[in-house]
């Protein structure tokens, strides 16, 4: 157990449709990442967030937001869904907004089929 | 912008063998860098990160990375490879400039053991 929660584990859902993917930091981080795996396009940085703030963005979609509550959780929300953004989404957290020092702990992923 | 190139997307080895996967980077500023592995159903698991000093890194499972600035490369090495190090191997780096964003990720190494 790396100390990342993410739910739920696997989610099948409709074209179209919108979903929530949830993430629990590690205990103490600041910081929270999502990422993207996919066979095609591999790992993407999608978003981070530190201590409630938008810090950075990556090739996130604009159908695609995230926020980070006050109790450090963070949520992903995947709009319009298409499949093409069925994939692994991985949350990843660190100690502060650079991570670096610290380096990324990761979450078991959510795999999301969209059908 | 940060680049990395992992060289083989498979890479095959006898059980025993020495175990060695190579990572190109390009960065616009001092890198740090990262070699994680992800196991099948699993999220990504860091085994070993360079931050600054010394260039020969020491991980986790008999693993160990070099950092070499003239050759812009952070190959993996193992001395001698056993049947549970079979996985997808990442190498992933981040700018040390300050700022901060997410890590970028190459396309990934599996690598195979032979018995």
């Known amino acids: 157990d790396s100390g990342v929660t993410q739910t739920p584990k696997h989610l099948i859902t409709a074209t179209g449709q919108r979903v929530t993917l949830r993430c629990s930091p590690r205990?103490?981080?600041?910081?929270v990442y999502w990422y993207q795996q996919s066979l095609d396009q591999g790992l993407q940085f999608l978003i981070q967030y530190y201590n409630g703030e938008e810090r950075a963005k990556g090739n996130i979609l604009e159908r695609f937001s995230a926020q980070q509550f006050p109790d450090l959780h963070s949520e992903l929300n995947l709009s319009s869904l298409e499949l093409g953004d069925s994939a692994l989404y991985f949350c990843a957290s660190s100690v502060d907004s650079r991570g670096s020092n610290y380096g990324y702990t990761f979450g078991s992923g959510t795999r999301l089929t969209v059908v | 912008a940060q680049s990395v190139t992992q060289l083989g997307s498979h890479v095959s080895v006898s059980e025993g063998a020495l175990v060695l996967l190579r990572c190109n980077y390009s960065?616009?500023?001092?890198?740090?860098l990262f070699w994680y592995v992800q196991y099948p159903n699993q999220g990504l698991q860091l085994l070993l990160k360079?931050?600054?000093?010394?260039?020969l890194v020491k991980g986790i499972n008999g693993f160990e990375a070099e950092f070499k600035k003239s050759e812009t490369s952070f190959h993996l090495t193992k001395p001698s490879a056993h049947m549970s190090d079979a996985a997808e191997y990442f190498c992933a780096v981040k700018g040390a400039g300050g700022g901060a964003d997410g890590l970028t990720f190459g396309k990934g190494t599996h690598l195979i053991i032979q018995p």
């Open positions: 960065s616009s500023v001092p890198p740090y």
């Open positions: 205990s103490g981080d600041l910081s």
């Open positions: 360079y931050t600054t000093g010394a260039t």
